[in-house]
């Protein structure tokens, strides 16, 4: 009967995972590019959808600047103060990069599931890290400042040494093979397994046949682990938290 419950509940999850992707693409609110024709996405739902051009080589200034602003911690629990950083002339929206990491984080999914922490974003002060979008040259320094190669596959890391959470650029803008054009499910991905790292988590591999992803398996690279194939999964929590009983 729990395997039941629990097929149940992947699939729900994935449902929802598809739902928001077709509502994002059906919207109507979309409005036309100055050279007509094209649309441009233009609600958070729209833009997390969307894939944006970066080259798997680009390099950047390797100067960061801070997105402004101040995001309250809304749960409770421990309060993780955060900063987000973007690297100087990216291409990308960096309001939007630190939006989705505030949403991502602070979803009930997330690692704050369960009232066990909540997250706040900060532009100054202390903080335990920092999320950085960066191209994926500087992105491969940075690792390397912790002894990872990100390199050979173009990826993301946590770099422990530091005090930076790296996302690779190229995989915020152009998503990988494994998740195909779930963007938005893949960025949330991204941000969860990378702060998971940061977190204390390590990496883990596909439990079951046709099992949701743990957020820690290397879903940028595969899905496939000991002739075991998990489906995409961005969450760490992915089932709803169970009910107080009276």
């Not at 690297?87 to 990308?92: I, K, V």
């Not at 991502?104 to 974003?121: A, I, M, P, Q, V």
């Amino acid at each position: 009967m729990q395997e039941s419950t629990e097929s149940t509940a992947q699939a729900r999850a994935t449902d929802a995972v598809k739902r928001s992707e077709a509502d994002a693409a059906s919207r109507s609110d979309s409005r036309p590019t100055p050279n007509g024709g094209a649309e441009v996405p233009v609600t958070y739902e729209q833009k997390m959808a969307h894939k944006y051009p970066l080259a798997p080589n680009a390099g950047g200034s390797g100067e960061f600047r801070t997105v402004e602003g101040h995001d309250e911690a809304p749960g409770k629990g421990e309060v993780v103060r955060y900063r987000v950083d973007v690297e100087e002339g990216l291409p990308l929206d960096g309001e939007l990069f630190a939006e989705a990491v505030h949403r991502t984080l602070n979803d009930e999914r997330s690692w704050g599931h369960g009232g066990k922490r909540t997250f706040e974003r900060v532009s100054s002060g202390d903080v335990k890290f920092v999320v950085t979008l960066a191209s994926p040259r500087t992105t491969a320094v940075w690792c390397a400042k912790s002894g990872l190669d990100t390199t050979e596959d173009n990826v993301s890391c946590d770099s422990a040494m530091t005090d930076r959470v790296m996302i690779n650029a190229y995989r915020w803008a152009q998503g990988s093979q494994t998740y195909g054009d779930q963007m938005h499910a893949y960025r949330q991905m991204l941000i969860n397994h990378e702060v998971g790292h940061r977190l204390g988590h390590d990496h883990e591999s596909c439990p079951a046949q046709g099992a949701l992803a743990p957020v820690m398996m290397q879903q940028t690279k595969f899905l496939t682990t000991d002739d075991k194939t998990c489906r995409p999964n961005p969450w760490p929590f992915p089932e709803p938290a169970p009910r107080p009983t009276s």
